[in-house]
């Protein structure tokens, strides 16, 4: 189960180190509690759409 669980996770956050970071952080808070906020995935995903929406407006300027 958990090989499965790696595999999922490392197919749909690829490199994406903001997801990593959301999905870190509510592992850990899963693992403590022993229970799933709900309140915390949907913040969760308001934050992850919100820093997408931003990035559009505002795209990253290639290094020189």
Request: aromatic share 6%; glycine share 0%.
């Amino acid at each position: 189960m958990a090989i499965s669980a790696h595999k999922l996770a490392t197919k749909n956050l690829k490199k994406n180190q903001l997801l990593w970071a959301i999905f870190t952080q509510l592992a850990l808070v899963t693992i403590v509690t022993q229970s799933e906020i709900a309140w915390l995935f949907i913040t969760a995903s308001h934050l992850h759409e919100h820093v997408l929406v931003i990035d559009d407006l505002h795209p990253r300027r290639p290094k020189a």
